[in-house]
């Protein structure tokens, strides 16, 4: 076996699919499905030890937790390890030790490369020549800018008010562009149809279960970085809960591999004008059985910061159970609040984030102001996107 | 001794200062200076066996060669080594071995910030408080951000022209942006008279003789990253001639230092509607002595290419020595094939540059349609700029 992938298990269930399931979501109750390792395996050739003669210093060092088979299937852009920062200045602003996760340098400028690279080489090892996606923008650059560096075709389905420079990575990139009269879960939905009719590869966000997979490598870079050990909380911004739900998956898996004794505190922010996964981790958050369904609430997204700008999000379930399993909670910000954060931020560190990106420091600043939760140490914002990916937000216009 | 910078020499009229001379341009010809070093001492401390097991993994890994004492004083921001990519589709195209050097992934997304960060560890040394600089986009960009990421006030000038991102990134990093109504030639004019009067310490490019000793380390990057051997030949967008200049003396340490046998071939590409460099290049290549005064040309500028975009380039002698001396060549190119060069890397890549950073690969196609020059393997084209910097020239609009 050349990857230790053995199955999957529905999120909403629980029932089990074996490893060549390809029909995305649980054919039960539809509810997104979860991959599954053989971690003895895996622990055979993963150790600190031997990550630590590991010349490899990109994402792939992490090659035996990836559901692939061959380095050789994975797009030739370079994903070396993202940078992770210390923040004096959020420490001097918040009292304690908070590190920023600058995913802005990943190829297409947003944390949406892991997924889409790992996606990728799934596809190419299916031996799948036509692939979709739909996007607020940075899920359809990313998977676009992957097409390109594999030559495979790619649609994208996106919404017409992305902005602009979003579009415009679709444009050079190459894609067959399917602009949407709609918002994101209009172009959701309608490239699932579409994918389901034409037999493409969906690599809709959380409905393809090879996302999360390639999303939970920023937990084991913030591991190693921290110096092989897990930190004590992780502020993710959340829209679909994808990310979320992938930083748990990271942290799960070194759990399992012996590597961590406890998971972070996960922390879901959301802006006030598109908080499904908080209004339903909210309900549910004292129930006695964490493990039984979820009904995942909808609300009529309006936020500023597009890539969080969700109605019903497509891993709800997901990042509601990862709040859940980490003792962690959410917290909404103002569109206003994430504004001005983009600027404080990039004034104090040089990083120039986009709207979402500024949301995990805009949590974090107002849960210190209100001190209302207790925050371990240290805490490790992700910063998701590149502010050059929509320069209006601190510019004014569209 | 902390560094190994021993003085200045005059690259118009070589007339030589001490290492403490702080008047910028040559105080007899007013040309640029060309920092000397001792390699007798770099050589004792910077071997190829060292390099091999030195584990950072970022552009100080080559400090030795550097004009500042420590690294306590550099911006903390992430200046890995940026991606070189062997390019299977221009080699199909050009019929040569390619590689391509993707700057486009630095901090502000431009090459610039290899010039940014040493100068503002020589400033940091030197005790500054305030730093100005004159810039097309980039460069000010890049200034701002590393002023950022230390806490240090910068002043940029810009012309009113620059793309919309660049004045976002200049405006969110928190610089004093005095917008110039006229062109780059204007601002910089401008920079350098308010800087005298007020006393900031000037970053202007090839004005500041540490500009030049930041962007060489991409020489370095190459160098080692094909296996510690120079290439055959680089291809460089050129307007103000800083970058070429730059990447010779990025291979003349490494000749110094007995580290490679022969400099690459330079290659300065233009766009037609900025073609200075070129143009004094053409009207002295056949002088028997190479060495002697050069009189830089001026244009009207007027390209797309806004970041090559340069009247009166402000490195032009040492740019056209770095020609003369590695037996290179200019070529022209259309802004009609820069843009559209654009797409075509983009979506044969999944690298997206900016106008001026598709100038080298559009050179390079052009010389190997007209097979006028031989091109020694391998070549490599500098991508300078990131293509979210200036969306507008591949959607249309201003």
Known sequence: MANYLTGFKCLGCGKEYGREYDGYVCGSCL??????????????????????????????????????????????????????????????????????????????????????AVVMAVAKEKNIDVVACASTGNAGCSWACMGAACGIKVIIYVPETAPRAKIAQLKVYGADIRIVKGTYDDAYDLCVNDSRENNYFNRCTGYNPYTREGKKSVSYEIWEQLGFRAPGTVLVPVGDGNIISGVWKGFRDLKQLGLIEKLPMLIAVQS?????????????????????????????????????????????????????????????????????????????????????????????????????????????CLLTGNGLKDVDAVLGGK
Chains 1, 2 share one sequence.
């Open 272 to 380: 006030d004008k598109s908080d499904a996964v908080i209004r339903t981790f909210e309900k549910i958050r004292n129930r006695e059985n964490t493990w039984q369904e979820i009904s995942v609430e909808q609300v009529r997204a309006t936020t500023r910061a597009d890539s969080i700008s969700v109605d019903r999000p497509r891993d709800g379930t997901a990042a509601v159970r990862a709040l859940l399993d980490t003792r962690g909670c959410g917290v909404r910000v103002s569109d206003d609040r994430i504004i001005a954060v983009i600027s404080y931020l990039a004034a104090r560190s040089g990083i120039f984030v986009e709207p979402a990106g500024a949301t995990s420091v805009a949590g974090l600043i107002k849960l210190a102001e209100e001190k209302s939760v207790k925050i371990p140490e240290p805490a490790v």
């Open 31 to 116: 509810d997104n499905l979860d991959a599954l390792y053989d971690y003895g395996g895996i622990g055979r050739s993963f150790a600190v030890k031997k990550l630590k003669n590991n010349k490899t210093n990109s994402v792939w060092r992490y090659k035996a937790l990836f559901p692939f088979d061959s380095l050789d299937s994975v797009p030739g852009l370079d994903l070396s390890l993202t940078p992770l920062y210390k923040s004096a200045f959020l420490e001097e602003t918040c009292g304690i030790e908070v590190y920023l996760k600058d995913d802005t340098r990943l190829p297409s400028a947003s944390f949406k490369d892991r997924a889409s």
